[in-house]
């Protein structure tokens, strides 16, 4: 396992379109969690898993966003009728245990809607 | 509320040490983080701390908190030029969510 991969790692759409990003956290984390990152700010939490429950969700995550993680291993991203301002790079973070400090990244998925 | 503030931007010598710093507005935060970004890469963790510690060192890496006046400091020792990224400092309490800062800047030049 070589830590939490993310794909694609690059998407270009146009505005309008639907577009699906897919998560693989480290084996065994049972958190997982969604983050976007615009240019010169940091991450900000979008929502988070634990196992296939969708635990909490962000005020940022409109009704156009639905993520899932239906067997409680991969995790999917859904941004539907995307907008410019959709664009960012979305990050991925897996962590073991409440008591584990360590949440893990991703490389993300840069979008960028044209 | 919350709010974490970083200063955006740290130029340093190769060799000399960097502080990076970051204040805080959520008293019941628990642990506090760093974390290191490359260009085109992803976040990775380089050292947290817990909430009722005041330092933790960590080989070139020592982080100072007070907790009083809600302030974060990133100490690194005998800068590289390898050290040249963005850091970002993160709190979290209880929804174990991470709250970032907007990041700095650090450049190391020769």
């Known amino acids: 396992d070589t830590g939490v991969s993310q794909d694609p790692r690059h998407k270009i759409t146009k505005r309008g379109q639907n577009v699906t990003f897919r998560c693989d956290p480290i084996?065994?984390?049972?958190?997982l969690y969604w983050y976007r990152q615009t240019l010169g700010q940091g991450p900000e939490f979008l929502t988070y898993?634990?196992?296939?429950?969708?635990?909490?969700k962000s005020r940022l995550l409109s009704d156009r966003f639905s993520a899932e993680r239906p067997k409680g291993s991969f995790s999917t991203l859904e941004i539907q009728r995307t907008e410019q301002g959709d664009s960012a790079m979305y990050l991925c973070?897996?962590?073991?245990?409440?008591?584990?400090?360590?949440?893990?990244f991703g490389q993300g998925t840069r979008l960028t809607v044209v | 509320g919350e709010d974490v503030e970083q200063s955006l931007f740290l130029s340093v010598r190769e060799g000399d040490s960097s502080v990076i710093n970051c204040t805080y507005t959520?008293?019941?935060?628990?642990?506090l983080y760093w974390y290191k970004q490359e260009p085109g890469a992803g976040l990775q963790l380089l050292t947290y701390?817990?909430?009722?510690?005041d330092m933790k060192q960590d080989q070139r890496l020592t982080v100072l908190l007070n907790k009083k006046d809600k302030h974060l400091s990133l100490r690194i020792a005998d800068t590289q030029t390898g050290d040249s990224a963005i850091y970002f400092c993160?709190?979290?309490?209880?929804?174990?969510?991470?709250?970032f800062g907007t990041g700095t800047r650090l450049q190391v030049f020769p």
């Open positions: 701390i817990f909430s009722n510690m």
């Open positions: 973070a897996s962590s073991l245990a409440r008591d584990n400090t360590e949440a893990f």
């Open positions: 084996s065994e984390h049972n958190r």
């Open positions: 959520d008293s019941s935060s628990t642990y």
């Open positions: 993160a709190e979290t309490h209880n929804t174990d969510k991470l709250i």
């Open positions: 898993f634990q196992n296939e429950a969708q635990l909490e």
